[in-house]
């Protein structure tokens, strides 16, 4: 089991960037898939990125060239850059764990058993 915490969002200013960071408390977060999807408010929830414990990264193909998914195993850590954001990047940001994807379905929702709460992201014009 692992328990999952989101931070770094904020209100940033169109073209900034940000690095929004997902702690992973359970002795064998290096096991797990993580990913990051987001939610904007009446929208339906969309992945961003994913990683595997060996650190193979997959992106939403809107997605490739702004975001950077990145992992650190020796301190449970997985990490999201955003850069030139828009104000459309406006949403809650949230990071998901699972034993039981892969490259065929990281960006299934439904797959992720374990969420942390959410960062909020806030891009101003």
């Known amino acids: 089991q692992v328990q999952l915490v989101e931070s770094g969002g904020g209100l940033v200013q169109a073209g900034g960037s940000l690095r929004l960071s997902c702690a992973g408390r359970g002795r064998t977060f290096g096991i797990y898939e993580v990913a990051w999807f987001r939610q904007a408010p009446g929208k339906a929830r969309e992945p961003l990125a994913g990683?595997?414990?060996?650190?193979?990264?997959y992106y939403t193909d809107s997605m490739k060239g702004r975001f950077t998914i990145s992992r650190d195993n020796a301190k449970d850590m997985v990490y999201l850059q955003i850069d030139s954001l828009k104000p459309e990047d406006t949403a809650v940001y949230y990071c998901?764990?699972?034993?039981?994807?892969?490259?065929?379905?990281?960006?299934?929702?439904?797959?992720?058993?374990?969420w942390g709460l959410g960062t909020q992201v806030t891009v101003s014009s």
């Open positions: 998901a764990a699972s034993v039981s994807v892969d490259s065929s379905n990281w960006f299934s929702a439904v797959k992720y058993g374990y």
């Open positions: 990683i595997s414990p060996t650190s193979i990264t």
